[in-house]
Protein backbone atom coordinates (compact mmCIF):
# COMPACT_ATOMS: atom_id res chain seq x y z
CA UNK A 1 0.00 0.00 0.00
CA UNK A 2 1.12 3.16 -0.93
CA UNK A 3 1.70 5.52 2.16
CA UNK A 4 -0.14 8.88 2.28
CA UNK A 5 0.75 12.13 4.34
CA UNK A 6 -1.25 14.85 4.78
CA UNK A 7 0.97 18.56 5.09
CA UNK A 8 -0.58 21.46 6.36
CA UNK A 9 1.46 24.86 4.98
CA UNK A 10 2.55 23.45 1.69
CA UNK A 11 2.83 26.62 -0.09
CA UNK A 12 6.16 27.62 0.97
CA UNK A 13 9.15 26.97 3.08
CA UNK A 14 8.83 23.64 5.47
CA UNK A 15 5.62 22.57 3.72
CA UNK A 16 6.32 23.30 0.55
CA UNK A 17 9.87 21.53 0.94
CA UNK A 18 8.52 18.68 2.84
CA UNK A 19 5.97 17.96 -0.22
CA UNK A 20 8.86 17.57 -2.40
CA UNK A 21 10.87 15.61 -0.61
CA UNK A 22 7.74 12.82 0.21
CA UNK A 23 6.80 13.25 -3.58
CA UNK A 24 10.34 12.32 -4.70
CA UNK A 25 10.33 9.34 -2.32
CA UNK A 26 6.43 7.99 -4.07
CA UNK A 27 4.37 8.92 -0.93
CA UNK A 28 0.65 9.97 -1.54
CA UNK A 29 0.72 13.49 -0.86
CA UNK A 30 -2.46 16.20 0.72
CA UNK A 31 -1.49 19.59 0.60
CA UNK A 32 -3.27 22.63 2.02
CA UNK A 33 -2.32 26.49 2.32
CA UNK A 34 -4.86 29.61 2.02
CA UNK A 35 -2.89 30.21 -1.59
CA UNK A 36 -4.64 28.91 -4.58
CA UNK A 37 -1.82 29.43 -7.05
CA UNK A 38 0.64 28.65 -5.10
CA UNK A 39 -0.81 25.23 -4.31
CA UNK A 40 -2.61 24.32 -7.72
CA UNK A 41 1.11 25.24 -9.42
CA UNK A 42 2.70 22.76 -6.67
CA UNK A 43 -0.02 20.43 -7.14
CA UNK A 44 0.33 20.30 -10.64
CA UNK A 45 3.95 20.11 -10.60
CA UNK A 46 4.48 17.28 -8.20
CA UNK A 47 1.43 15.02 -9.80
CA UNK A 48 3.96 14.33 -12.76
CA UNK A 49 5.32 12.29 -9.42
CA UNK A 50 2.93 10.87 -7.38
CA UNK A 51 -0.91 11.45 -6.54
CA UNK A 52 -1.56 14.70 -5.12
CA UNK A 53 -4.58 16.15 -3.60
CA UNK A 54 -4.85 19.99 -2.77
CA UNK A 55 -7.09 21.93 -0.21
CA UNK A 56 -7.39 25.15 -0.73
CA UNK A 57 -7.58 26.10 3.39
CA UNK A 58 -7.32 27.95 6.31
CA UNK A 59 -6.49 25.88 9.46
CA UNK A 60 -8.30 28.54 11.46
CA UNK A 61 -11.71 27.92 9.68
CA UNK A 62 -13.56 25.04 11.62
CA UNK A 63 -15.68 24.58 9.67
CA UNK A 64 -14.23 24.62 6.23
CA UNK A 65 -11.98 22.23 7.86
CA UNK A 66 -14.40 19.57 8.84
CA UNK A 67 -15.91 19.80 5.14
CA UNK A 68 -12.44 19.39 3.49
CA UNK A 69 -11.40 15.86 5.53
CA UNK A 70 -15.07 14.55 5.97
CA UNK A 71 -15.06 14.79 2.15
CA UNK A 72 -11.54 13.45 1.32
CA UNK A 73 -11.65 11.22 -1.87
CA UNK A 74 -11.60 7.50 -1.46
CA UNK A 75 -7.93 6.30 -1.42
CA UNK A 76 -7.17 8.79 1.34
CA UNK A 77 -9.22 7.30 4.05
CA UNK A 78 -5.69 5.70 6.03
CA UNK A 79 -3.04 8.34 6.60
CA UNK A 80 0.50 7.28 7.61
CA UNK A 81 1.75 10.83 8.10
CA UNK A 82 0.52 13.98 9.20
CA UNK A 83 2.89 17.21 9.10
CA UNK A 84 0.81 19.82 11.53
CA UNK A 85 3.02 22.66 9.61
CA UNK A 86 0.65 25.83 8.94
CA UNK A 87 1.84 28.06 11.30
CA UNK A 88 3.07 31.99 11.56
CA UNK A 89 4.65 34.52 13.77
CA UNK A 90 3.72 38.32 13.89
CA UNK A 91 6.26 41.14 15.31
CA UNK A 92 8.75 41.49 17.83
CA UNK A 93 7.86 44.09 19.63
CA UNK A 94 7.26 43.89 23.18
CA UNK A 95 4.22 42.61 25.02
CA UNK A 96 2.88 46.10 25.94
CA UNK A 97 3.32 47.48 22.59
CA UNK A 98 2.00 44.30 20.50
CA UNK A 99 -1.69 43.83 18.69
CA UNK A 100 -3.95 41.72 20.68
CA UNK A 101 -5.13 41.23 16.96
CA UNK A 102 -1.80 39.51 15.74
CA UNK A 103 -1.92 37.49 19.59
CA UNK A 104 -5.17 35.94 18.44
CA UNK A 105 -4.14 35.12 15.00
CA UNK A 106 -1.12 33.17 16.36
CA UNK A 107 -2.97 31.47 18.71
CA UNK A 108 -5.85 30.88 16.36
CA UNK A 109 -3.52 29.26 13.88
CA UNK A 110 -0.91 27.87 15.61
CA UNK A 111 -3.08 26.19 18.50
CA UNK A 112 -6.22 26.17 17.58
CA UNK A 113 -5.71 25.17 13.79
CA UNK A 114 -3.30 22.53 14.68
CA UNK A 115 -6.03 21.26 17.67
CA UNK A 116 -8.93 21.31 14.61
CA UNK A 117 -6.35 19.32 12.04
CA UNK A 118 -4.98 16.62 14.50
CA UNK A 119 -8.84 16.01 15.86
CA UNK A 120 -10.41 15.73 12.55
CA UNK A 121 -7.46 13.13 11.53
CA UNK A 122 -6.92 11.52 14.17
CA UNK A 123 -9.37 8.62 12.95
CA UNK A 124 -7.31 8.54 9.02
CA UNK A 125 -4.09 7.74 11.60
CA UNK A 126 -5.33 5.50 13.82
CA UNK A 127 -6.92 3.44 11.02
CA UNK A 128 -3.20 2.94 9.46
CA UNK A 129 -2.28 2.24 13.17
CA UNK A 130 1.46 0.79 13.56
CA UNK A 131 3.82 3.48 11.49
CA UNK A 132 2.06 6.27 11.29
CA UNK A 133 2.83 9.68 12.50
CA UNK A 134 2.15 13.14 14.05
CA UNK A 135 4.88 15.19 12.73
CA UNK A 136 4.29 18.52 14.72
CA UNK A 137 6.04 21.44 13.85
CA UNK A 138 6.89 23.28 17.36
CA UNK A 139 10.10 26.05 17.72
CA UNK A 140 12.89 26.86 19.62
CA UNK A 141 10.77 29.75 20.64
CA UNK A 142 8.47 27.27 22.67
CA UNK A 143 11.85 26.48 24.79
CA UNK A 144 13.53 29.32 25.77
CA UNK A 145 12.41 32.95 26.15
CA UNK A 146 13.85 35.83 23.76
CA UNK A 147 12.63 39.72 23.55
CA UNK A 148 9.48 39.84 21.30
CA UNK A 149 8.47 36.09 21.70
CA UNK A 150 5.59 36.29 23.96
CA UNK A 151 2.71 34.32 22.38
CA UNK A 152 4.49 33.17 19.57
CA UNK A 153 6.58 31.22 22.19
CA UNK A 154 3.50 30.56 23.96
CA UNK A 155 1.61 28.90 21.08
CA UNK A 156 4.72 26.86 20.33
CA UNK A 157 5.17 25.55 24.08
CA UNK A 158 1.51 24.42 23.63
CA UNK A 159 2.65 22.53 20.54
CA UNK A 160 5.67 20.98 22.45
CA UNK A 161 3.13 19.69 25.74
CA UNK A 162 0.12 18.65 23.18
CA UNK A 163 2.64 16.47 21.41
CA UNK A 164 3.68 15.04 24.46
CA UNK A 165 0.31 14.80 25.71
CA UNK A 166 -0.73 13.21 22.57
CA UNK A 167 1.51 10.14 22.77
CA UNK A 168 -0.24 9.25 26.36
CA UNK A 169 -3.43 9.09 24.70
CA UNK A 170 -2.79 7.26 21.32
CA UNK A 171 -0.99 4.43 23.52
CA UNK A 172 -1.89 1.58 21.84
CA UNK A 173 -2.60 2.42 18.49
CA UNK A 174 0.54 2.67 17.17
CA UNK A 175 0.54 6.05 16.13
CA UNK A 176 3.85 8.13 17.04
CA UNK A 177 4.08 11.92 17.99
CA UNK A 178 6.95 13.78 17.38
CA UNK A 179 7.58 17.85 17.57
CA UNK A 180 10.30 19.71 16.02
CA UNK A 181 11.97 22.57 17.57
CA UNK A 182 13.80 24.90 14.64
CA UNK A 183 15.57 27.60 15.46
CA UNK A 184 16.73 30.17 12.64
CA UNK A 185 15.64 29.20 9.66
CA UNK A 186 15.33 30.98 6.62
CA UNK A 187 12.24 31.33 4.74
CA UNK A 188 9.20 33.59 4.00
CA UNK A 189 8.13 33.19 7.90
CA UNK A 190 10.19 36.33 8.65
CA UNK A 191 8.98 38.47 5.94
CA UNK A 192 4.95 37.26 7.34
CA UNK A 193 6.59 38.44 10.53
CA UNK A 194 8.18 41.66 9.85
CA UNK A 195 4.80 42.74 7.77
CA UNK A 196 6.92 42.15 4.45
CA UNK A 197 9.70 44.44 5.29
CA UNK A 198 12.49 43.16 3.34
CA UNK A 199 15.52 44.64 4.73
CA UNK A 200 14.31 43.22 8.10
CA UNK A 201 14.09 39.76 6.53
CA UNK A 202 17.95 40.03 5.27
CA UNK A 203 19.63 41.91 8.62
CA UNK A 204 17.52 38.81 10.02
CA UNK A 205 19.45 36.01 7.95
CA UNK A 206 22.64 38.28 7.17
CA UNK A 207 25.84 36.30 8.28
CA UNK A 208 23.57 33.88 10.41
CA UNK A 209 23.82 30.66 8.09
CA UNK A 210 20.47 29.75 8.54
CA UNK A 211 18.87 26.35 8.39
CA UNK A 212 17.18 26.16 5.23
CA UNK A 213 13.33 24.19 4.00
CA UNK A 214 15.14 21.45 2.85
CA UNK A 215 17.09 20.18 5.67
CA UNK A 216 13.74 20.56 7.69
CA UNK A 217 12.30 18.39 4.92
CA UNK A 218 14.96 15.76 5.36
CA UNK A 219 14.78 16.12 9.18
CA UNK A 220 10.66 15.25 8.43
CA UNK A 221 11.50 12.40 6.02
CA UNK A 222 13.93 10.86 8.50
CA UNK A 223 11.59 10.74 11.45
CA UNK A 224 8.45 9.56 9.88
CA UNK A 225 10.63 6.94 8.44
CA UNK A 226 11.88 5.77 11.60
CA UNK A 227 11.48 1.92 12.20
CA UNK A 228 7.80 1.29 13.80
CA UNK A 229 9.04 0.76 17.44
CA UNK A 230 10.67 4.16 17.73
CA UNK A 231 9.26 7.38 18.35
CA UNK A 232 11.61 10.47 18.08
CA UNK A 233 9.61 12.20 21.04
CA UNK A 234 11.20 16.07 20.05
CA UNK A 235 14.21 17.08 18.10
CA UNK A 236 15.38 20.88 18.80
CA UNK A 237 17.65 22.17 16.04
CA UNK A 238 19.15 25.58 15.45
CA UNK A 239 22.05 26.80 13.19
CA UNK A 240 25.69 26.29 14.13
CA UNK A 241 26.07 30.49 14.59
CA UNK A 242 22.63 30.78 16.58
CA UNK A 243 22.76 29.88 20.59
CA UNK A 244 21.40 31.45 23.91
CA UNK A 245 21.46 35.04 24.85
CA UNK A 246 21.44 34.01 28.55
CA UNK A 247 20.05 35.66 31.33
CA UNK A 248 20.24 39.83 31.38
CA UNK A 249 20.33 42.22 34.19
CA UNK A 250 18.27 45.85 33.54
CA UNK A 251 21.06 47.79 34.89
CA UNK A 252 18.88 51.70 33.83
CA UNK A 253 17.20 52.10 37.39
CA UNK A 254 14.21 52.57 35.61
CA UNK A 255 11.95 49.99 37.03
P1 LIG B 1 6.42 30.10 5.73
O1 LIG B 1 5.84 31.44 6.00
O2 LIG B 1 7.34 29.93 4.59
O3 LIG B 1 5.27 29.00 5.61
C1 LIG B 1 4.12 29.02 6.42
C2 LIG B 1 3.06 28.17 5.78
O4 LIG B 1 1.93 28.14 6.66
C3 LIG B 1 2.60 28.69 4.44
O5 LIG B 1 2.43 27.61 3.55
C4 LIG B 1 1.26 29.33 4.75
O6 LIG B 1 0.41 29.18 3.63
C5 LIG B 1 0.78 28.44 5.89
N1 LIG B 1 -0.23 29.11 6.71
C6 LIG B 1 -0.08 30.21 7.50
N2 LIG B 1 -1.25 30.54 8.05
C7 LIG B 1 -2.17 29.64 7.61
C8 LIG B 1 -3.56 29.46 7.81
N3 LIG B 1 -4.28 30.28 8.60
N4 LIG B 1 -4.18 28.42 7.20
C9 LIG B 1 -3.47 27.60 6.41
N5 LIG B 1 -2.16 27.71 6.17
C10 LIG B 1 -1.51 28.74 6.76
O7 LIG B 1 7.16 29.69 7.11
P2 LIG B 1 7.95 28.37 7.54
O8 LIG B 1 7.93 27.35 6.50
O9 LIG B 1 9.25 28.81 8.08
O10 LIG B 1 7.06 27.95 8.79
C11 LIG B 1 6.42 26.72 8.89
C12 LIG B 1 6.26 26.39 10.38
O11 LIG B 1 7.55 26.34 10.98
C13 LIG B 1 5.47 27.40 11.19
O12 LIG B 1 4.64 26.70 12.08
C14 LIG B 1 6.55 28.18 11.95
O13 LIG B 1 6.07 28.69 13.16
C15 LIG B 1 7.56 27.08 12.17
N6 LIG B 1 8.93 27.49 12.44
C16 LIG B 1 9.60 28.32 11.57
C17 LIG B 1 10.91 28.67 11.85
C18 LIG B 1 11.68 29.61 10.99
O14 LIG B 1 12.68 30.19 11.47
N7 LIG B 1 11.31 29.81 9.73
C19 LIG B 1 11.62 28.10 12.99
C20 LIG B 1 10.82 27.25 13.83
C21 LIG B 1 9.54 26.95 13.53
P3 LIG B 1 -0.68 30.26 3.12
O15 LIG B 1 -0.15 31.62 3.46
O16 LIG B 1 -0.79 29.99 1.66
O17 LIG B 1 -1.90 29.89 3.87
C1 LIG C 1 11.07 30.59 14.73
C2 LIG C 1 12.44 30.43 15.28
O1 LIG C 1 14.31 31.59 16.55
O2 LIG C 1 12.80 32.98 15.22
O3 LIG C 1 10.21 29.72 15.36
O4 LIG C 1 11.99 32.00 17.26
S1 LIG C 1 12.90 31.82 16.14
Not at 18 to 33: E, P, S, Y
Not at 72 to 82: C, H, I, N, S, T
Not at 190 to 209: C, I, P
Amino acid sequence: MTSTVFITGATSGFGEATARRFADAGWKLVLTGRRKERLDALCAELSAKTEVHGLVLDVRDRKAMEQAIATLPAGFDKLRGLVNNAGLALGVDAAQNCSLDDWETMVDTNIKGLMFTTRLLLPRLIAHGRGASILNVGSVAGNYPYPGSNVYGGTKAFVGQFSLSLRCDLRGTGVRVSNIEPGLCESEFSLVRHGGDQAKYDATYAGAEPIQPQDIAETIFWILNQPAHININSLELMPVRQDFAGLSIDRSNNG
